[in-house]
T-cell receptor
């Protein structure tokens, strides 16, 4: 089944404790992105990647890191989480191609930082 | 940079009625795509409908249709014969075409919470 998976789905952690949210897709997509969703703000892009070893900042990158060592994986790293990073996080992927713009979303990761 | 504005934070209609959700956007791009996503209580993001800016014909998917007014930069979603299962958050989103390079990904509006009353 074609899908984007995220782990963990739920995470409660404490300020300053490094964490990684994994994202994996099995569709051989070139493009991947991370978004965060906050009430009243919609979804905002954190980072995106156009292919292996090609990443760039989105609209709200502060406090986050990413890497793209393999095509299928795009982990989101919070080196020193803070309470303002409490949010719902989505990973998404899409294929390269002139008319291939549909984004396939993962199920989301609910992160709480205390 | 582009912006997407949804001016209706919440709407409520009776089952079987028709409802229209508003969305306006601002961009200097000529090649772009517009989307409506549905987010039910499960939080899954579900693509409802998409519109290519170069197409004049409005997109339609069963009970869902859009009114795309390119000059006015307006992209509203009409849901006909609304059903209880349509209750969800609806997000309007913009994506610029990839041919010109630059940033990739979606720019979202803040969402409209649609409630279908029995």
């Amino acid at each position: 089944e074609a899908q984007v998976t995220q782990n963990p789905r739920y995470l409660i952690t404490v300020t300053g404790k490094k964490l990684t949210v994994t994202c994996s897709q099995n569709m051989n997509h070139e493009y991947m992105s991370w978004y965060r969703q906050d009430p009243g703000l919609g979804l905002r892009q954190i980072y995106y990647s156009m292919n292996v070893e090609v990443t760039d900042k989105g609209d709200v990158p502060e406090g986050y890191k990413v890497s793209r060592k393999e095509k299928r994986n795009f982990p989101l790293i919070l080196e020193s989480p803070s309470p303002n990073q409490t949010s719902l996080y989505f990973c998404a992927s899409s294929p390269r191609g002139r008319d291939s713009y549909e984004q396939y979303f993962g199920p989301g990761t609910r992160l709480t930082v205390t | 940079a582009q912006t997407v504005t949804q001016s209706q934070p919440e709407m409520s209609v009776q089952e079987a009625e028709t409802v229209t959700l508003s969305c306006t956007y601002d961009t200097s791009e000529n090649n772009y795509y517009l989307f409506w996503y549905k987010q039910p209580p499960s939080r899954q993001m579900i693509l409802v409908i998409r519109q290519e800016a170069y197409k004049q014909q409005n997109a339609t998917e069963n009970r869902f249709s859009v009114n795309f007014q390119k000059a006015a930069k307006s992209f509203s979603l009409k849901i006909s014969d609304s059903q209880l299962g349509d209750t969800a958050m609806y997000f309007c989103a913009f994506m610029k075409g990839r041919g010109g390079g630059g940033a990739d990904g979606l720019t979202f509006g803040k969402g409209t919470h649609l409630i279908i009353q029995p």
